[in-house]
């Protein structure tokens, strides 16, 4: 049964234009993949423990003899990182906050990046054979070749990371000018039917 891991960023829940436009890319997978699962994540919902000491104890000093504080650390990083290699796509929909990516998105990047897991000591990804998607909403527009395309540290910070940790099959779509809507000159349902199309073909493979 083919997975998808539908990962939810933005905090303004069903305001959100995000969360909306992944809804409609996770229906259109759904119709392809009748017998397919989507394994849901928001990331708005409990705080993701930052790297603490606490956290690098766990992970990197003592593994094999974690606090049991540490251990619950080390539990939940396992959780992030087994939905990961459960699913066959992944789909990120996020804001973009203050050019980059919403420290909720970093801080599930800092829990799902880790060695022997994710990646090897020399370097090499081991989430491999995946394909990722990703929907990042904006105020502004960040398109390239836009004026401001050379702020938007969110998107190849994304694909970055990602492929650090084996996922190079990436496709990215910005969704600018979104204050557009909280302006009033267009209805979020009108942005919406205007980018799903554009979405589901910039996706397709
Ligand atoms: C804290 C914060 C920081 C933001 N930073 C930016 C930014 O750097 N560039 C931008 O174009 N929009 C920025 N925005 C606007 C959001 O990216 C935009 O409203 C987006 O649609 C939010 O996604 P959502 O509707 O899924 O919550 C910011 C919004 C907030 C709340």
Redesign the pocket.
């Known amino acids: 049964m083919p997975a998808l891991l539908k990962i939810d960023v933005?905090?303004?829940r069903e305001?959100?234009?995000?969360?909306q436009l992944g809804q409609a890319i996770a229906a259109d997978w759904l119709m392809r993949e009748s017998s397919g699962r989507i394994i849901e994540r928001d990331l708005a919902g409990p705080r993701m423990p930052l790297v603490d000491w606490e956290w690098i104890d766990a992970i990197y000093v003592q593994p094999d003899n974690p606090t049991p504080e540490g251990r619950a650390l080390m539990r939940f990083s396992d959780v992030l990182i087994d939905e990961l290699f459960a699913a066959e796509e992944i789909l990120i929909?996020?804001?973009?906050?203050?050019?980059g990516m919403p420290a909720a998105l970093k801080g599930w990047v800092d829990q799902v990046a880790r060695l022997n897991r994710t990646f090897t000591a020399e370097y090499k990804g081991l989430l491999l054979g995946k394909k990722l998607n990703a929907i990042i909403?904006?105020?502004?527009n960040?398109e390239p070749g836009s004026y401001?395309s050379k702020?938007d540290f969110c998107s190849g910070h994304l694909r970055a990371i990602m492929a650090f940790i084996g996922i190079t099959d990436t496709r990215i779509y910005m969704a600018?000018d979104?204050?557009d809507i909280?302006q009033g000159k267009i209805t979020m349902s009108d942005y919406v039917s205007k980018h799903a199309p554009k979405l589901i073909e910039a996706f397709a493979r």
């Open positions: 933005s905090p303004r305001r959100s234009v995000s969360r929909s996020t804001p973009m906050y203050n050019f909403t904006s105020g502004g960040y401001y702020m600018g979104t204050h909280t």
